[in-house]
């Protein structure tokens, strides 16, 4: 457990989990800590035995620290403190704890409480803090199947939700598409070259000056129009100087397409010449 302070929660909730009330905490940085002491009350497990297994756990023992916890049921005129510290497990690892419990070891008239809490207890108390939902009762799957307003506006952004995830997902493969076409047409473009007649055309070095001029016109090209511009500047390159590969430009004209590429780019954003 960490050394230092305890930690000063931002938000404190209670949540009723079928009639049992369970004590969270969100810290300043959006962390949620749940107290372990009430939990081994409520499931009639020793708090100092479960303290002495977190601690000797690798994970759980790096994760828990004490937070200062706020008790609602005090009497106003009571002299007891209204807040105390507390070890807290994170969240996260609330599951873990509680697997951790060998529900054939607790008293009978618990262990179908315990095995409640390790099947549930981590959804309702997420849903507290995420969805502002403080009570396992009903159950939100049960409400979703209702044919309220609320209910079935929450299934079409659900809906919505899905399709917007699968169309990312659909350009983005789009996209790795367009590259690896690219790819391959340059490897084509290289054997294409080494078929002809290397005399002709411009050096290797020349090819990859034009090679990059393209893209940079095709990258500006993209940035303003959202699209894959690379397939449209190699054809307009193609079609002005006749021919089917930028590797296959007469080296005599070297010096027009790079200067025509240049006024292309400078066109568009006015950039100094490649």
Known sequence: ??????????????VEFYGDHLIAVRSQGG???VPVRPICDLL??????????????PVLSEEVM?????????DPSSRRPRTSEMLAIPLDYLSGFLFGINASR?????????????????KVLDEAFREGRLTAEP?????????????????????????????????????QHDSQFAAYDERLEAIETQLGDPARYITQDQAMQL????????????????????????????????????????????????????????????????
Do not use: H
């Open 66 to 74: 004490s937070v200062v916890v706020t008790t609602t049921d005090i």
């Open 106 to 122: 607790v008293k009978e008239e618990v262990r179908d409480r315990l095995i409640r809490y390790q099947r549930e207890c981590y």
């Open 211 to 274: 090679s990059q001029a393209v893209k940079t016109v095709a990258m500006k090209l993209s940035k303003a129009s959202g699209r894959n511009e690379y397939g449209g500047v190699y054809g307009e390159l193609y079609r002005k100087f006749g021919i089917t590969s930028y590797k296959q430009l007469p080296a005599a004209k070297f010096d027009e397409a790079m200067n025509w590429l240049n006024e292309w780019r400078e066109g568009i954003e006015g950039d100094v010449p490649f």
């Open 139 to 175: 159950s939100f799957d049960e409400l979703l199947t209702g044919d309220s307003p609320a209910a079935m506006a929450y299934r079409i952004a659900t809906a919505l939700q899905v399709m917007a995830r699968q169309q990312l997902l659909l350009e983005s493969r789009i996209d």
């Open 44 to 57: 009639g497990v020793n708090f100092d035995g479960q303290r002495r297994r977190i601690n000797r756990d």
């Open 1 to 14: 457990m960490s050394e230092e302070k305890a930690l000063v929660p931002v938000e404190q909730k209670e």
């Open 31 to 33: 962390s949620v800590f």
